[in-house]
């Protein structure tokens, strides 16, 4: 009777299940790349096993921006779910998500959407009708994923630990506590690596798998599963690359102890021909050839003093295994309050530091950021970037020729679709007549065709075609950005790169790099006048213009 009762709800909140699994044997399941991600596909796997009988005979890692499009497609005929991503699309029949927006869901047959801390939970606590992780590895994976290090006391090295040792003055839950920390930073060190690999317990032969979907594929529902997998991976598999094996925890760990010195007086060196930028080296003869043709090095990370805000260029080199740890600048300036990152590829995030409490309550990050871009609005609205660039963008990114690489000649790519642009951007689509700009409706046959041909496919005459619709960068970045009162993520500069003339009238260059620093100084410049009208006690007033962020903010 409990159990009807339970299905009942179950079957109300994630709607029709027994009606969509119906027939279905075989599911495939796509994933964030991160901790959460993986618990929830694993926590999926487990359900959709126990109570459909229904087998994940694959999983696919996704990742918003580039790698959103170029996701694999799956088989034919299979079940398609999606987890821990606010992004829908058409082919998946479930879509479970833990964020405060989602896009592009209407298509999905299935959906249960709530904000909580992590997605795991939902799916082990409330889709299952029992329990799927323990609820202790529940709180270790909500703490990581919420960033909610200040309610354990957990400090930065906590959070970069490779290496697990069973610490015998502790008790067995701060171990298992501990050890999911060492999950998390393995599984982040690894993330794009390619294996070849048998499961620990035999039953699968993993031929240059991503390891993340490796692991859900191997993994039972708990931390310390997953942690023996990581374990067989480190000691048995093949990769991909010139080294051939994974790096070991105790390599992991040197790579990033370099790393945490390195960014101590980080800096940066700019290709004067593009947008790159690398971690500079005095001793590397192409800086010295870049150096010698004009190319900038500046400093690439700074600290306010008297704000107690980070702000930095780049993340430094990151070729090394594990090198890279989000919280390192926390652990290099434990007085920072604050931090704004400014990523070469199109993205500031700004975020406060997650090991202090917030002293300061009354500044909202993401109402910041809201008024930073209202001063860029009128500006941002009159830079229009065309369907073919937005499609060529997405359809030949890196991380689009990485998977094409990496699959062969079986790689088939999601892409970005037409209705993937009626999802994000139908009210927004703009077309030139005459000596006017007039927005437009983009549903007739012939553009959904061109949308829904892979962009190599496409003759130049049709991109032509798709080169006379465009979309207003302002709404590129707006729709895709999103903020809370301590993190925040303004994305999408980079499509200015295909409006270079929009770009020199504007801002007098030619590079979106350059106006991403003027965003990113205004934000900070933002961040500090606010600073002291709270510190005089003053009420902190925002003025946003009424813009809404309608993307999602992260951790990441």
């Known amino acids: 009777m409990i159990k009807k009762y339970i299905q009942y709800i179950n079957e109300t909140g994630m709607r029709d299940l027994s009606k969509i699994t119906k027939g279905h044997k075989e599911c495939e399941i796509w994933m964030h790349i991160d901790l959460d991600g993986c618990t929830s596909a694993i926590s999926m796997k487990e359900f959709l096993k126990n109570y459909y009988q229904i087998t994940t005979i694959d999983c696919h890692k996704i990742q918003y921006g580039g790698m959103e499009f170029a996701t694999e497609k799956g088989k034919p005929g299979t079940l398609k779910v999606l987890v821990d991503f606010s992004h829908g699309k058409p082919m998946f029949q479930i879509q479970n998500d833990h964020h405060q927006n989602q896009v592009g869901a209407e298509y999905t047959q299935s959906t249960y959407f709530k904000p909580s801390r992590s997605n795991v939970e939902i799916i082990s606590g409330e889709i299952s009708y029992s329990d799927i992780f323990t609820p202790q590895d529940i709180e270790m994976i909500q703490t990581i994923d919420s960033a909610n290090f200040l309610k354990y006391d957990i400090k930065p090295e906590d959070v970069e630990n490779a290496i697990f040792k069973y610490e015998k003055g502790e008790s067995a839950q701060k171990n298992r506590f501990m050890m999911g920390f060492v999950v998390n930073r393995l599984l982040l060190a690894y993330k794009n690596k390619n294996i070849t690999v048998k499961s620990l317990d035999g039953k699968r032969n993993h031929v240059n798998r991503n390891i993340l979907e490796c692991l859900v594929l191997d993994s039972n529902a708990s931390l310390y599963s997953m942690f023996n997998n990581l374990k067989n991976y480190i000691k048995n598999a093949k990769t991909d ?4 094996v994974l790096a070991t925890p105790e390599e992991i760990t040197k790579n990033l102890s370099e790393y945490v010195e390195r960014m101590k007086n980080y800096k940066y060196i700019e290709n004067p021909q593009n947008d790159e930028v690398n971690e500079y080296d005095p001793t590397n003869w192409r800086h010295q050839k870049l150096t010698a043709s004009g190319a900038k090095v500046g400093p690439g990370i700074h600290f306010d003093e008297k704000y107690k805000i980070i702000s930095q260029y780049g993340g430094g080199a990151l070729f090394k295994p594990g090198s890279y740890d989000r919280y390192v600048p926390f652990k290099n300036f434990p007085d920072a309050e604050f931090i704004c990152i400014i990523w070469p590829m199109g993205l500031i995030q700004a975020s406060c530091n997650p090991f202090k409490e917030k002293k300061i309550k009354d500044i909202n990050l993401g109402e910041i ?27 030949t990114s890196q991380e689009w020729n990485k998977m094409q690489k990496s699959g062969g000649e079986d790689y088939e790519g999601v892409g970005f679709k037409f209705n993937d642009l009626k999802s994000f951007y139908f009210d927004c689509i703009f077309k030139k007549e005459g000596s006017k700009i007039v927005n437009v409706d983009i549903s007739n046959p012939e553009i959904q065709k061109l949308m829904d041909e892979p962009y190599y496919n496409l003759t130049q005459d049709q991109k032509d075609i798709l080169s ?35 770009l020199k009238i504007g801002y007098g260059t030619e590079k ?30 925002y003025n946003t213009k009424g813009i809404e962020l309608k993307g999602m903010e992260t951790n990441e």
Do not use: C
């Open 468 to 502: 006379g619709f465009k979309i207003p960068v302002w709404e590129l970045i707006v729709r895709n950005s999103g903020g809370h009162p301590s993190i925040t993520n303004l994305t999408g500069f980079n499509f200015m790169k295909y409006n270079k003339n929009a």
């Open 512 to 541: 979106y790099t350059d106006v991403l620093k003027i965003v990113g100084r205004d934000l900070i410049n933002t961040l500090k006048e606010k600073i002291d009208i709270a510190n005089k006690g003053e009420e902190v007033v």
């Open 369 to 395: 950021a809201k008024e930073v871009l209202a001063k860029h609005e009128q500006m941002f609205r009159k830079y229009y970037i065309s369907l073919e660039s937005i499609k060529k963008e997405f359809e």
């Open 241 to 244: 690359d010139k080294a051939g």
